[in-house]
């Protein structure tokens, strides 16, 4: 009876792994919300002794110096927030870059020759003659060409991906400290309302005793 003997190990191949895994992608968060912006740091010793102010006006003067620094810091942490989201974005394209494949993307066959021809030709016509029509009757006009079939989706790539994403969060992050801004005003504007209020009534007070 033949001695029959165990099969060599076959050599383990490694699987590829899926492209989405190879890419090292960012661990930075995506930015969801700003509300984080808001809490800032507390330098003052909060167990020490504090005597606030016993006069109306010093006390609202203390407080509008609070809101401005606060605010301050504030927009400091606004700005960390929309940098962190940009080099975030950076990150994930660089990851992307190498795995990007074609610029576009063809939804059907390409733009014919005849097509072309009639494109190149519209952009040489001499529309001089035409200025002077209405938009109505120049649309009319049979040696108007159509609009061409566009058939071709231009395709962007990481880095122009990145590009409009950082524009986005640019022009978001502007809207935003621009509205914070506006609200910080209103408040300091009540303050100063109120401390006016208060100078006009300690005058009046005066103006009293002295009668």
Same mark, same amino acid.
């Given at each position: 009876?033949?001695?029959?003997?165990?099969?060599?190990? #076959?050599?383990?191949? #490694?699987?590829?792994?899926?492209?989405?895994?190879?890419?090292?992608?960012?661990?930075?968060?995506?930015?969801?919300?700003?509300?984080?912006?808001?809490?800032?740091?507390?330098?003052?010793?909060?167990?020490?002794?504090?005597?606030?102010?016993?006069?109306?006006?010093?006390?609202? &003067?203390?407080?509008?110096?609070?809101?401005?620094?606060?605010?301050?810091?504030?927009?400091?942490?606004?700005?960390?927030?929309?940098?962190?989201?940009?080099?975030?974005?950076? #990150?994930?394209?660089?990851?992307?870059?190498?795995?990007?494949?074609?610029?576009?993307?063809?939804?059907?066959?390409?733009?014919?020759?005849?097509?072309?021809?009639?494109?190149?030709?519209?952009?040489?016509?001499?529309?001089?003659?035409?200025?002077?029509?209405?938009?109505?009757?120049?649309?009319?006009?049979?040696?108007?060409?159509?609009?061409?079939?566009?058939?071709?989706?231009?395709?962007?790539?990481?880095?122009?991906?990145?590009?409009?994403?950082?524009?986005?969060?640019?022009?978001?992050?502007?809207?935003?400290?621009?509205?914070?801004?506006? &609200?910080?005003?209103?408040?300091?504007?009540?303050?100063?309302?109120?401390?006016?209020?208060?100078?006009?009534?300690?005058?009046?007070?005066?103006?009293?005793?002295?009668?």
């Amino acid at each position: 009876m033949a001695h029959q003997g165990k099969a060599p190990p #076959q050599p383990q191949t #490694q699987q590829p792994q899926p492209q989405a895994q190879q890419q090292q992608v960012s661990t930075i968060p995506i930015l969801h919300s700003i509300a984080p912006a808001i809490f800032t740091r507390i330098d003052e010793d909060l167990l020490a002794p504090f005597a606030p102010p016993t006069d109306p006006t010093d006390l609202l &003067k203390a407080r509008l110096r609070e809101v401005e620094a606060h605010a301050d810091e504030v927009r400091a942490n606004l700005l960390s927030l929309f940098r962190r989201e940009c080099l975030r974005i950076i #990150q994930e394209a660089g990851a992307q870059d190498a795995a990007e494949g074609e610029d576009t993307l063809h939804l059907a066959p390409l733009v014919s020759q005849q097509e072309v021809d009639d494109m190149i030709a519209n952009m040489r016509r001499d529309a001089g003659e035409d200025r002077a029509r209405s938009r109505d009757r120049v649309l009319m006009q049979n040696d108007i060409f159509e609009q061409p079939n566009m058939n071709v989706l231009p395709k962007r790539n990481a880095r122009e991906t990145a590009v409009a994403q950082i524009q986005s969060v640019i022009s978001q992050g502007l809207c935003d400290i621009e509205s914070y801004k506006a &609200k910080v005003e209103e408040v300091k504007q009540q303050i100063k309302d109120e401390m006016g209020r208060g100078t006009r009534r300690q005058d009046t007070d005066r103006m009293d005793l002295d009668f």
